[in-house]
């Protein structure tokens, strides 16, 4: 799981620029299920065939960036945010592009710090002028976060744990499940463009047409100093979502969760997550409506070049995700959570 | 000239019909099917070859407008923005009331009626009401009705040698474009969908519905986007200049724009000599925020024609920029003609 979660966190793959990510998670996958296709976005939708109701499960592959827009004379270059971006804790940070260019992030000279936004930094990538810019660097390009992943003890410190721990959990799951048989169809889909506005799951769910659908991402945790008080800790085991901001998770589907995990003795703990959004959101209201429901990985500072979590609840997540897989889901609408 | 007659035409969002029908009239005889949608959409088809690729462009119809929602004892007619419109620019504006064209003037209280504090802020909506010249409340109900809409008064005029100011450029000056590429004496051989939207400036809804009814391979939108090159505004922060040529898009609020489009694009300009700049803003947002999203998605570009002052009673634009908007997409409908799709 280590190797695993370390090349999954520190591969490039901003939103809109997810190749080199789910390269890495095809060929992961492609020896453990039946079929894998990418959609009209970019979406990777891995395939378990079966006759049983069609069971999707999205974890999102692309990370928070930021975008070139604009390239002065003396090389330097200015851009904006692809998601939830804090300019306080991008200031020092380096980014990288998907060419391999690695800039570091400056601010202007400005009297209170409280002032600092975007439009106020700049990426210098060590060029002396546009001209040399422009042949690294183009308006438009995204960039990421860059960084290293560690481990001390049973935690890792990463950048983009959100929601490359998810996808390690949906590998890991479709590697646990590859020799059994099981019931169910499962389309297990690595979306993109989750972090500026849950896109990809959006035309994905479309497309799968799904009978249930699970999202595997990270959540906030109430347990770090003076902390905005939620009932979330690191190593408390995965949550189950209750509510974000775009869904309510349907009650029938918490209730299977629950009794899925206390029947496996999984800990885990119920999350209301009163602001952020998951692709639960987009996949529950698709066509003529998907019950749906959301497994979270706790992680600390998360959006920001350290994100932490614990290993042992990246573990759980995996089992608990093979046990709601393999469980018997009935058709939708005639008792499609009987188990 | 058509894009006097759509700069000058009334069509807040919602009540589009009046550009509906002048489209219409211009683009029928040269399309193989022209229809309007339960929002309101325009949709013409030029039918290709069986099989072939469809490939949507898409112009909204609609303008920011205000909307008249309360009429007072004394007449004077109260409203509220349909679409963004900055408050501050609204006070003292002619306007006209409703598809009958009433005049009327944006009136507040007068300067030297203000108390000191509030000359110190600018005019808020709620400061603001619509003077049509009626004595009261019964005058003004026999001209004006709750629900309709109001816009500026300007008309169209050439400025300089090569600009032009209007109303409305966003996005009439779209919807210029794509009436000269359906009217055009030449054919490609798939099938272009042409949709001149409804309602963009309140969510981009009627692309949502016309684009789910149409379901394209591939879509264009052609806009008109914010230039600020003006006095006062950094350089890093202009996002568009005019007179540079067409505007593409990289991305913007609610869109990541397709790379593979967005490459073909810049070879065709390139190859056609053709002037382009990136826009630089990520705000905004566009028809594509609805048609990529829509059904198993659709691979989106927007091209713009830079414009000054946008969403205020009188923009500018570059006519040079206009023709190399449609040199552009004629350009890149050839490509699609010899290549096929960018992907």
Not at chain 1, 245 to 258: D, E, N
Request: proline share 4%.
């Amino acid at each position: 799981m280590k190797d695993l979660l370390k090349k999954l966190a520190e591969t490039f793959g901003p939103a809109g620029n997810e190749a080199q990510i789910r390269d890495v998670i095809r060929e992961k996958v492609k020896g453990f299920v039946d079929e894998v296709e990418t959609d009209a976005m970019g979406n990777l939708i891995a395939i378990r065939k079966g006759h049983g109701p069609r069971v999707m499960v999205a974890a999102h592959m692309d990370e928070i960036g930021v975008i070139v827009t604009h390239i002065d004379e003396k090389g330097f270059l200015r851009f904006s945010n692809i998601g939830g971006v804090s300019p306080f804790v991008l200031l020092g940070q380096k980014v990288i592009f998907a060419n391999g260019t690695v800039g570091s992030c400056g601010m202007e000279n400005l009297s209170e710090m409280k002032d600092l936004k975007l439009n106020k930094m700049f990426i210098d990538i060590g060029a002396t002028d546009r001209d040399s810019a422009s042949k690294k660097v183009s308006i438009g390009d995204i960039g990421g976060l860059y960084g290293e992943a560690h481990f001390i003890g049973d935690k890792v410190i990463a950048k983009s744990l959100d929601n490359r721990s998810g996808c390690a959990v949906l590998i890991k799951t479709l590697e646990n499940l590859a020799e059994r048989d099981i019931h169910n169809q499962i389309y297990a889909v690595f979306t993109v463009q989750e972090e500026v506005g849950l896109r990809g799951a959006k035309i994905a769910a479309y497309r799968v047409n799904p009978d249930i659908g699970f999202a595997v991402d990270v959540t906030r945790t109430g347990d770090t100093p003076e902390s905005p008080a939620m009932a979330v800790k690191l190593g408390g085991g995965p949550t189950i979502k209750v509510k974000d901001s775009v869904v309510l998770t349907h009650p029938l589907v918490r209730q299977f969760m629950i009794d899925i995990a206390e029947k496996k003795d999984i800990p885990y703990q119920l999350e209301v997550l009163e602001r952020g959004g998951t692709d639960t959101g987009p996949i529950h209201l698709t066509r003529e409506g998907v019950p749906s429901g959301a497994i979270s990985i706790p992680a600390r500072y998360i959006h920001t070049p350290s994100e932490m979590a614990d290993l042992n609840d990246i573990e759980n997540a995996v089992k608990f995700l093979v046990a709601i897989l393999e469980s018997e889901l009935g058709d939708r609408g005639t008792g499609y959570l009987t188990h | 000239m058509l894009l006097k007659t759509l700069t000058e035409a009334f069509g807040i969002p919602g009540q589009e019909q009046e550009i509906a029908n002048i489209l219409k009239e211009w683009i029928s005889g040269n399309c193989d099917k022209v229809e309007t949608d339960v929002l309101g959409n325009l949709i013409a088809i030029q039918s290709g070859k069986e099989g072939s690729p469809k490939v949507m462009l898409c112009a909204h119809m609609d303008e920011v407008g205000l909307m008249i929602t309360f009429i007072e004892k004394s007449g004077a007619l109260r409203f509220k923005p349909v679409g963004g419109i900055d408050p501050r620019v609204l006070v003292s504006k002619s306007v006209y009331i409703g598809r009958g064209r009433i005049p009327g003037v944006i009136g507040a209280k007068p300067i030297h009626l203000q108390k000191r504090e509030e000359a110190d802020v600018p005019f808020g909506i709620d400061d603001l009401f619509i003077d049509i010249g009626a004595k009261d409340k019964e005058e003004a109900e026999r001209l004006v009705e709750l629900g309709d809409g109001v816009i500026f008064t300007t008309t169209y005029e050439d400025l300089g040698t090569k600009r032009a100011k209007a109303k409305a450029f966003d996005d009439r000056a779209g919807c210029a474009i794509l009436a000269r590429l359906l009217t055009m004496d030449k054919k490609w051989s798939f099938t272009l969908q042409g949709v001149f939207s409804a309602q963009e400036e309140i969510d981009a809804r009627g692309a949502q519905v016309a684009s789910y009814r149409l379901e394209p391979d591939i879509a264009i939108v052609l806009e008109s986007t914010t230039a600020s090159d003006v006095p006062g505004s950094k350089k890093h922060l202009y996002s568009t200049m005019l007179g540079e040529g067409p505007a593409l898009s990289h991305s913007d609020n609610r869109l990541l724009a397709d790379p593979r489009i967005l490459e073909r694009l810049k070879e065709v300009a390139e190859k056609k000599n053709i002037p382009y700049q990136m826009r630089g803003l990520v705000g905004g947002y566009t028809d594509t925020s609805r048609i990529h999203l829509v059904r198993e998605g659709v691979p989106c570009g927007a091209v713009s024609v830079p414009t000054r002052y946008i969403h205020s009673p009188a923009s500018i634009i570059d006519k040079d920029d206009f023709e190399n908007t449609f040199k552009l997409m004629v350009g890149f409908l050839d490509s699609i003609e010899e290549r096929g799709l960018p992907f």
